[in-house]
């Protein structure tokens, strides 16, 4: 299976997940996706879905000064955002749990 296809389908739900605990901006967050075991996630994915984040009203952002480089760009949850995290947590739960069942029915499970 392609984990990249997979990837197209949550990294909407990872990006917000990331940013529910701390703002960030966004190699911070392209770093944070990849600990959590997200490797193959691309850059220019990740700031794509921060940009339509944004514009999907789910995102704030603030500059914050740097003195070894340019400016930084960290965006944080509004409202909005943590409603939508919420509601796609659901969502992914309960796919999940029907994936896993029917992988267990089927005796696939690791």
Do not use: C
Request: a neutral charge; aromatic letters at 8%.
């Amino acid at each position: 299976m392609d984990t990249t296809q997979l990837l197209k389908g949550v990294l909407d739900l990872a990006v917000l997940a990331v940013l529910r605990e701390e703002d960030g901006y966004g190699y911070d967050i392209l770093r944070r996706l990849r600990e959590a075991g997200l490797e193959e996630v691309g850059d220019a994915s990740v700031y794509g879905t921060l940009r339509r984040l944004f514009a999907a009203g789910l995102l704030t952002t603030y500059v914050v000064p740097s003195e070894s480089g340019p400016h930084r760009k960290y965006y944080s949850l509004n409202a909005a955002g943590r409603d939508q995290l919420a509601r796609s947590g659901k969502l992914w739960r309960s796919f999940a749990t029907t994936m896993d069942t029917l992988l267990d029915d089927r005796g696939m499970a690791a």
